[in-house]
């Protein structure tokens, strides 16, 4: 069946089967590979992507049920100021060493500080309780999402 | 060999960070290649079966399934790995790259799908029939020793892989003259690497040539390849191994898997390119698995707390198949265990068991539990004399002078400071005003744990040990004609940085901007045959071997400069940041010559050049580290145990260290508090379970939990560095010695706060259940340290 999406800002139309994961529509059919897929469960949030805004774990939906939704990926378009804010930020604190779990991390991120101008250590926590990193043992992500978060109010008071 | 060490000592952030913060990095399965069929593996349900019959008939039958082989199939193409290293005490073992007619534990291979896709792949897998005549199945190491065992390997005739003995001095004698002798037990659970990024591979064989290229997340390009090349009756001209961004490994990416082994046979069969994708089940059930063993020290000690002699009596469970040495993980705790400890009457007895579960392999510190059995046994004393147990490992710890010493376990420890990274530990950790106590809703504790961590192992090592192999690596480093200077090594990266880190090293050696310096890693064609990334070598054998090359380069360039500038010699003459200059007191002052001229001279006017000098500017260096290179550290850390609950909290941790000279800080950092985190990570949570029948019972990340952000304290890092005196730049490595310390501080803290109501644990992981046992059941009470 052919389904009709937004994929970063561009209207798609692919030939999927229903059961057919995002994941693997967005990776194999539509060449965007910056989402990882870690576990196909649901615990890793690896895969996570935006669906009309919101986190979502692309290995979670099937690809037909985003007909005439929009879903962003890392590769995004433009990207959000958030998104440049997090990318500086955890350039600078380190906080990627192998780099698989971070796309995921970073969609996390670039809804939450949007939707959370003022958020704070301990919301940053609990949200990234959803992201499973073996490398960095978070310390570092927990910095970068804080700068992140610190440079963004900085550029809003303005 | 450089005036100064500009680069080298800089936090510079890594220049890999853009491809990865972009989405533009490429792991394997990120790379289209067109044409590529998908494979699946069917895997046995059993914990040991005999396989009777296999139909595929079905799984043909659907359209896009392509072939469907069995190890009968694949046993025509592919030779079996033999591990058979001239080792006393270790039984030679065999494999095929699927099994034939015996699966040995849950998750073993039993049939490959190729397919048009993956989705396909998986449906025809479903529709393979396979007869299975159920065995008894062992999934006890303990039980597997006994003589009326099932046996895992029937060719071996027994489960016993390997016994090590070694013996320095006299222990026993030491033991029956001995005023007291001290028993510790420790019992380390079952863990695996569980990196993000799963294996996975892709192989493509072009007829024409004859030649397979496999891309795959490897450790270890070229001794990979040297794997392959045997076992398919190729020659090393016609295997390309390829490893693009690697989503981690941990020691899980340097094996030569039969599933891959079994892509590579089939892309050649086929002639067509084929590829496969593990998923997250069969990581945890059947890609490697790690760390199960179980220590017994004995320790004669005088009334001051002081050592006399010391054994230890170790059990390890191998798995149901050996891809390395049986005896190579524990022996290396053997090897190290008495570390900074002056312990001249000491032996080990090391059992290695076959097991029907999953086969081991060295996971990220894989002599982890050395420090634990050490420091725990120290615990132990203190405690049985009554003696305050930083005071114990005093009177037991070598006095500086004392170095360099030959420890017991055949090595020769230097270059590290144990007194100064333990002193201060203790002042930042408050430890003079702590005394373990309970406050009615929570038991309080601290635990220290010393740490010498081997990093690197030089060929002598392996001679000595008898594992066999070279320690040595191997660096290429090309002046390009337009000043660009590439450099390579046998190594790659899983997320250790080294394009920034090798780039400063080389930046240094030849006296160029790290911005002049590509990194290109990972691929056995265009890398010098090295050994690869295992261990914590990198910075020692990797950067060393490159640091080396890189003052060659220097060393030519210069020679070249002093003929263009109509010298004879290059005295005075120093390269900076890629410009010749005069080297003056005070500073220096341009000779208007830099590296590109250099380089335009070597490629393309070649006359030009001094008499003698060879046109282009290509150099190979090998570098082999001394035996054993060490770095040591202190860690420590405060406990609270609820009475309620047995939940842990870890309310401060702290490391200092000394790795020897730091190549880029924030890497280093970062890989430090990696590593306690994955330490922390095991002692806490992770526990690979098998029931009786040897079914596996962890096979998904809700049931192997890995540490969140949740469960991971705020880590301090003191640094207290001294470089090592055998080694270029004095560097030492680490990246291993923060799991080693992990799980001994956190044990010892446990054990230190259990200690108020009268228990003890000697098992891990430490999570709440078994905490609250030793609390309210006396689980565990009194088990540790009795009196022999
Ligand atoms: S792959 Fe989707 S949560 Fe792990
Ligand atoms: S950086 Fe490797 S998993 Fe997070």
Redesign the pocket.
């Given at each position: 069946m052919i389904i009709s999406l937004t994929v970063n800002g561009e209207v798609r139309d692919v030939a999927v089967e229903p059961h057919y994961l995002l994941s693997d529509v967005l990776r194999d059919r539509l060449d965007l590979t910056a989402t990882h897929v870690g576990c196909e469960q649901g615990i890793c949030g690896?895969c996570t992507v935006l669906v009309d805004g919101q986190p979502a774990r692309a290995c979670l939906l099937f690809a037909v049920q985003m007909e005439g939704h929009a879903v962003t990926t890392l590769e995004g378009g433009a990207p959000s100021v958030e998104l440049r804010a997090l990318r500086a930020a955890f350039h600078t604190h380190h906080?990627?060493?192998?780099?698989?779990?971070?796309p995921g991390?970073l969609m996390t991120f670039a809804a939450y500080l949007r939707d959370h101008p003022d958020c704070d250590e301990a919301g940053v926590r609990a949200v990234l309780g959803g992201n499973?990193?073996?490398?960095?043992g978070y310390g570092p992500?927990v910095r970068a999402i804080m700068a992140a978060s610190a440079a963004l109010r900085e550029v809003a008071d303005v | 060999m450089s005036e100064r060490e500009a680069y080298v000592g800089q936090p510079r952030p890594r220049r890999e960070d853009h491809r990865l913060l972009a989405g533009l990095a490429r792991y394997v399965d990120d790379i289209k290649v067109t044409g590529a069929l998908h494979a699946a593996f069917l895997r046995s349900p059993h914990g040991h079966a005999r396989i009777v019959s296999i139909d595929v008939t079905a799984a043909l039958e659907l359209p896009g399934v392509v072939t469907v082989v069995t190890g009968e199939d694949l046993a025509e193409d592919v030779t079996d790995l033999t591990v058979a290293p001239p080792i006393e005490g270790l039984r030679p073992t065999s494999m095929p790259v699927m099994p034939v007619d015996r699966v040995r534990f849950q998750g073993d291979l039993v049939a490959c799908v190729v397919a048009a896709d993956r989705y396909v792949a998986e449906e025809a897998m479903e529709r393979i029939v396979v007869e299975y005549a159920e065995l008894p199945a062992v999934s006890d190491m303990f039980a597997a020793l006994r003589d009326d065992s099932v046996l895992v390997d029937e060719a071996l005739g027994t489960n016993l892989v390997a016994r090590r003995v070694h013996r320095a001095g006299d222990p026993e004698a030491r033991l029956a003259a001995a005023p007291r002798v001290i028993e510790a037990e420790f019992h380390q659970q079952r863990q695996t690497h569980a990196?993000?990024?799963t294996r996975g591979c892709i192989a493509q064989w072009d007829p024409g040539r004859e030649h397979l290229t496999l891309v795959i997340g490897s450790q270890v390009p070229h001794p990979l390849r040297t794997q392959i090349v045997r076992r398919l009756g190729l020659r090393d001209s016609q295997v390309s191994v390829s490893s693009p961004d690697v989503?981690?490994s941990f020691g899980q990416k340097i094996a030569l898997y039969r599933e891959e082994l079994a892509i590579c046979a089939l892309a050649r069969r086929l002639g067509r390119p084929v590829r496969w994708k593990e998923d997250r089940m069969e990581n945890l059930l059947a890609a490697c698995h790690a760390r199960e063993q179980w220590c017994r020290t004995r320790a004669a000690v005088d009334d001051t707390g002081r050592i006399l002699g010391l054994t230890l009596e170790m059990v390890e469970d191998f798995g149901a198949y050996c891809f390395y040495p049986a005896n190579y993980i524990s022996e290396v705790v053997g090897i190290i265990l008495t570390a900074q400890y002056g312990i001249a009457d000491y032996g080990y007895e090391i059992r290695v068991a076959l097991t029907n579960k999953c086969g081991v392999g060295p996971m990220r510190a894989p002599m982890a539990m050395a420090s634990w059995v050490m420091e725990g046994t120290l615990d132990v004393i203190a405690r049985r004399l009554g003696l305050d147990p930083a005071e114990v490992r005093r009177r037991n710890m070598l006095a500086d002078q004392a170095l360099p010493y030959a420890m017991p376990g055949g090595e020769t420890l230097l270059d590290v400071n144990c007194a100064e990274t333990m002193e201060t530990a203790l002042d930042e950790i408050g430890y003079a005003a702590h005394r373990p106590h309970d406050d009615g809703r929570y038991l309080y504790g601290l635990g220290l744990c010393n740490v010498v961590e081997s990093t690197t192992y030089g060929s002598r090592f392996y001679k000595n040990s008898g594992i066999g192999g070279s320690g040595h690596e191997a660096a290429r480093i090309i002046v390009e004609p337009d000043g660009t200077v590439s450099a390579s090594v046998g190594m790659a990266a899983a997320?250790q940085g080294y394009e920034t880190t090798f780039a400063q090293v080389v930046a240094d050696g030849v006296g160029v901007r790290p911005d002049d310096v590509a990194v290109t890693l990972g691929h056995s064609d265009t890398s010098p045959y090295g050994m690869g990334s295992r261990g914590g070598r990198g910075a020692t054998a990797g950067g060393g071997a490159l640091y080396l090359c890189a003052a060659e380069v220097r060393a030519h360039l210069l020679r070249l400069a002093a003929h263009r500038l109509g010298l004879n010699a290059t005295d005075g003459l120093g390269l900076r940041d890629g410009r010749i200059v005069w080297v003056r007191a005070g500073g220096s002052e341009e000779t208007g010559l830099d590296v590109a001229d250099l380089a335009r001279t070597a490629y393309f006017d070649p006359l030009a050049l001094p008499e003698g000098m060879r046109p282009g500017l290509e150099f190979y260096r090998t570098y082999d580290p001394p035996p054993m290179t060490f770095s040591n550290s202190t860690h420590a850390c405060r406990v609270r145990i609820a009475r309620e609950t047995g939940r842990l909290e870890i309310l401060d941790y702290l490391v200092v260290e000394n790795c020897g000279t730091v190549i880029n800080p924030l890497v280093v950092h970062g890989q430090q508090a990696g590593a306690v985190a994955m330490g922390l990570s095991g002692t806490l949570l992770e526990n690979v379970v098998y029931d009786q029948a040897g079914r596996n019972l962890s096979a998904t990340f809700a049931d192997y939990t890995i540490a969140t952000v949740a469960d991971i304290p705020a880590i301090r890092i003191i640094a207290r560095a001294t470089p090592s005196s055998r080694t270029p730049l004095g560097l030492k490595g680490m990246a291993e010695g923060g799991v080693m310390g992990a799980i001994g501080a956190v044990a010892n803290a446990v054990n230190d706060a259990l200690s108020v109501v009268g228990a003890q644990v000697t098992c891990l992981p430490l999570t709440p259940m078994r905490l609250h046992a030793a609390i309210h059941d006396g689980i565990g009470r009194a088990a540790q340290g009795q009196e022999g």
């Open positions: 690896a906080a990627q060493q192998c780099g698989f779990c971070t991390i499973l990193c073996r490398c960095t992500i | 990196p993000i990024e989503g981690g997320g």
